[in-house]
């Protein structure tokens, strides 16, 4: 007979009860800012599947990367969208490359700041492709020398942590080898581990103009309708030397997310994606939802669900609401 004994509404009567027995709290310290960079100076050019999210300049990127420092913003991950694109996606493992430059100016400018890159070749190919295409698929083996020549390139050129995106097998370990050869046994390495081809990708694709130009992704980014597989990448990934894994898109894997978090000790991350972003964007602009409400919720339950840290275009904003 619990009523009314029990009354679960006595702990939620005030805000000051709700927060104080409040199981999860939003932390700017948990959060990593994505940046896309651009060629060219003074740009800051808005992406518009992505109201409020820009393509940054080299001298722009900076400035933002200090604001996002100064609310206390620990880490930032890096796109590069380069000046032209080729088969074999030479741009993303250029030393001089948009991103090994956009690292080097933002570190020199914030040493303390942590600064991510995304290791992928997307980016930089005119096919679009993760990977290097031979007889009209995408390659594994000869893409992955390629991916840790990227990574080599961004630790080179002074990032703090690389994060491979491409989905190809093999590449952590290809990553880790190269990078413990080249004497950077410290740098650790964010596996986007249990990547999903999915549908809320889009507003990046057009940010990054990296839509594939025939086919999709979908044989190497994994199935939405798969849950073990999920369990068993980020565990190839760990035993290849991962340090932190990811779950990407958030909210519709919260369930991954919460399964990873149960299954493994690491650091688990989560993705907030560019389509999560749109979506609550272009509710809210049309009243639909409390965009504040919506984000500040939205992202809780990606904590909840067990995500240490959280990448989310909303960083900067949510520091001002936590702050
Ligand atoms: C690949 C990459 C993608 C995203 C991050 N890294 C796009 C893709 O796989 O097509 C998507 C992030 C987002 O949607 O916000 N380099």
Known sequence: MPFP????????????LRGFVS?????????????????????????????????????????????AADLGIPAVILF???????????????????????VRAVKKALPR?????????????SHGHCGLIKDGEVDNDSTLPLLAKTALTQVEAGADIVAPSDMM??????IRKELDARGHTQIP????????????????????????????RKSYQMDPANQREALREIALDLEEGADIVMV??????????????????????????????????AAARNGWVDRERTIRETLTSIARAGADVILTYYAKEVAQMLG
């Open 5 to 16: 004994i029990h009354r679960p509404r006595r702990l939620r009567r005030t805000e000051a």
């Open 23 to 67: 199981e999860t709290r939003l932390s700017v310290r948990s959060l990593i800012y994505p940046l896309f960079v651009c060629p060219g100076s003074q740009v800051k050019s808005e992406i518009h599947s992505m109201p409020g999210t820009f393509r940054w300049s080299l001298d722009k990127l900076v400035e933002e990367c200090k604001s």
């Open 80 to 102: 590069g969208i380069p000046e032209t694109k080729d088969e074999v996606g030479s741009g993303a493992y250029d030393p001089n490359g948009i991103v090994q430059r956009a």
């Open 113 to 125: 700041l942590i600064v991510i890159c995304d290791v992928c070749l997307d980016e930089y190919t």
């Open 169 to 174: 097998d093999g590449r952590v370990g290809a």
């Open 189 to 216: 390495i964010l596996a986007y581990a249990a990547k999903y081809a999915s549908a809320f990708y889009g507003p990046f694709r057009e940010a990054a103009d990296s839509a594939p130009k025939f086919g999709d």
């Open 248 to 281: 990407k898109p958030a909210l519709p894997y919260l369930d991954i997310i919460a399964l990873a978090r149960c299954e493994f000790d690491v650091p688990i991350a989560a993705y907030q994606v560019s389509g999560e972003y749109s979506l609550i964007e």
